[in-house]
């Protein structure tokens, strides 16, 4: 079992920046993969960024160039740092682990935090 606890969401400007961090519990040493999804109000859920056990990551192309997915295994913490935000980027933000290595942003997780809700206004 991997528990996940989401925090750093709020409210900010348009062009601003955020960044979230995930602090994972449990049965980590088992996780190949890890990642941030969102889901905006009326909206289905998206894959924001992914990162890999060997380090790779994958973004979504609406967030390419504007966030940074980084994790610190010491501290078995997973980031995703968000900059140049927009209003479109108003969600709630999950973080998720998976058993299986991640070659794509729509990866498939096994375990899910509770969200954090990120607000940008224009």
């Known amino acids: 079992q991997v528990q996940l606890v989401e925090s750093g969401g709020g409210s900010v400007q348009a062009g601003g920046s955020l960044r979230l961090s995930c602090a994972a519990f449990?049965?980590?040493?088992?996780?190949?993969?890890m990642g941030w999804f969102r889901q905006a109000p009326g909206k289905g859920h998206e894959g924001v960024a992914t990162?890999?056990?060997?380090?790779?990551?994958h973004y979504a192309d609406s967030v390419k160039g504007r966030f940074t997915i980084s994790q610190d295994n010491a501290k078995n913490t997973l980031y995703l740092q968000m900059n140049s935000l927009k209003p479109e980027d108003t969600a709630m933000y999950y973080c998720?682990?998976?058993?299986?290595?991640?070659?794509?942003?729509?990866?498939?997780?096994?375990?899910w935090g509770q969200g954090t809700p990120v607000t940008v206004s224009s």
């Open positions: 990162v890999a056990s060997d380090g790779s990551t």
């Open positions: 449990g049965s980590t040493y088992s996780v190949d993969c």
């Open positions: 998720a682990a998976g058993y299986s290595y991640c070659a794509e942003v729509d990866a498939r997780m096994n375990y």
